[in-house]
């Protein structure tokens, strides 16, 4: 008798699921994302739980008799990696590596390999992407240490690969990626939700089985989302994300979920011949110190997870002749640049509705946190008065709807990493607790009120 297949529809942008096809899913509003997905029943037509341990009831333990274990890290060999996780690789720990097709995702995982398989072998690198060739052409490229201890698997199928890796009993598995594998179970193509969700699940299960710490590598969507999408951040312990511009060479690692450690925590790369290369001290790359003094660039200072990175902030005001005058933003959210803009024509006296706007942090680096707010508004006035903010002046603040310049976290952070850069004064907001009689401190209550401190003598009108 054939066997009736449990048909749905599921939204590959936000994993909704419907049981009938739509043009829109009415989770998420993507048109077009809803595709026809098998959910086959287990063989027999029902669900097994298996208990742990062959016990057929659960265990209830008060907290105080569990006996806390201290988790033995390895260090990867990288030192800026390890400080990302909290101190190195966890074993049964699964890692989701994210970010766009082409950001270095394989690169950095075969230079982790590298350094890993001299304590932790052997390596087994399972890639549903590339041939055996393309590989090796990359780990010769990357003068991959330690061959020996590295196995290869170019497999998408899942089941075989997995068997595969049994007989080699390695200390660490990386699956490049997960979009491009598939276990045999489901009738649905790789890179579907359910496969994605399937698969990861299955590899998950391998590696905890096991205390085997496991790397998967996963393709982010231009909308952001890993294909198959939330759901994969549930299941592993750890998400990390490259981002960054494909056309610049700088790459920023960011921990987005940490089950071991913290969170928001960043190492930035740079893309060389020879890979990827942590940078020690980030804004000297962002930030160029012999730059010129150029109307409408500022310097802020960007919290980054517990460390302060300089980034030059780049504006440009222009006569508009269209009715609706544009606002081009890249690096930051144009909501943001609306805000301040809104800020600066109510309480300060300036005019954009006849302006287009254009605003850019150089160097593929985000302004995602308010600290940046004082510096914006500044280079913005910079820009429509063509004055340049002085060489030697930090801004940090964040602007209120009121005009106000209100303190923003890490604020003694900030201001050493500008210090280390040779900033030598401050412009910070007035009921900032931070003090140092060793710096030249500015303190300013308003955006009024940092104009006038910053350009002495300039008009608004
Ligand atoms: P890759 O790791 O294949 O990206 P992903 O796995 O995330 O899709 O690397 C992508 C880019 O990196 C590719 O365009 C070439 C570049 N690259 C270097 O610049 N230097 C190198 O040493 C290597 C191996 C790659
Ligand atoms: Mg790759």
């Not at 994605?196 to 590598?217: C, H, M, N, W």
């Not at 707010?373 to 930090?394: E, H, M, Q, Y």
Request: neutral net charge.
């Amino acid at each position: 008798m054939a066997r009736k297949k449990n048909n749905t529809f599921v939204c590959q942008n936000c994993g909704q699921s419907y049981p009938k096809w739509q043009g829109q899913c009415a989770t998420c509003g993507e048109w077009n994302t809803l595709i026809e997905e098998f959910d086959e029943p287990a063989r027999d037509g029902t669900i097994k739980f298996k208990t742990t341990a062959g016990i057929d009831h659960g265990i209830c333990q008060s907290l105080d008799a569990i006996e806390s274990e201290r988790t033995a890290r390895i260090p990867s060999g990288i030192d800026s990696f390890d400080d990302l996780i909290g101190g190195g690789i966890v074993p049964g720990g699964i890692t989701l590596i994210g970010g766009e097709p082409g950001v270095g995702k394989s690169t950095f995982m075969m230079q982790l390999a590298s350094r890993l398989a001299v304590n932790l072998k052997p390596i087994v690198y399972i890639s549903g992407e590339e041939s055996l060739t393309q590989i090796k052409l990359r780990a010769n490229r990357l003068r991959v240490a330690n061959e020996k201890d590295i196995f290869l698997i170019s497999e998408q199928n899942l089941e075989s690969s997995l068997s595969c890796v049994l007989s080699c009993l390695p200390k660490l598995l990386i699956v490049d990626s997960i979009q491009t594998v598939f276990t045999p179970h489901l009738e649905s193509a790789p890179g579907s939700v359910a496969q994605v969700r399937e698969s990861a699940a299955a590899i998950t299960k391998f590696g905890k089985d096991r205390g085997l710490p496991v790397f998967i590598i996963g393709h982010v969507t231009k909308e952001g989302a890993i294909a198959g999408p939330k759901v994969l951040e549930h299941i592993v312990d750890s998400v990390l994300y490259f981002e960054g511009e494909l056309t610049s060479q700088f790459r920023i690692l960011r921990v987005f979920k940490n089950r071991f450690g913290s969170t928001g925590e960043v190492v930035v790369f740079q893309m060389t011949e020879k890979g990827l290369l942590p940078v020690l001290n980030p804004s000297d790359l962002f930030v160029n110190r012999n730059r010129e003094n150029s109307p409408g660039v500022s310097i802020v200072s960007l919290l980054e997870g517990s460390r302060a990175i300089l980034a030059e902030l780049q504006t440009l005001v222009t006569q508009s002749f269209l009715s609706m005058p544009r606002r081009v933003v890249s690096g930051l959210d144009s909501n943001r640049l609306n805000l301040v803009l809104a800020v600066l024509e109510k309480h300060a006296g300036f005019k954009f509705y006849n302006k287009d706007v254009f605003a850019n942090v150089a160097g593929g680096l985000r302004l995602g946190e308010p600290g940046g707010d004082l510096g914006l508004a500044l280079a913005l006035v910079a820009s429509i008065r063509d004055l340049s903010i002085p060489r030697d002046l930090l801004p940090i603040g964040e602007l209120t709807l009121s005009g106000e310049i209100r303190p923003v976290s890490g604020i003694e952070r900030r201001v050493s990493e500008g210090k280390r850069f040779g900033f030598s004064r401050f412009l910070l907001p007035e009921n900032s607790e931070f003090n140092d009689l060793s710096l030249k401190i500015l303190k300013v209550k308003t955006i009024k009120e940092a104009i006038e401190v910053v350009f002495p003598a300039t008009d608004n009108s």
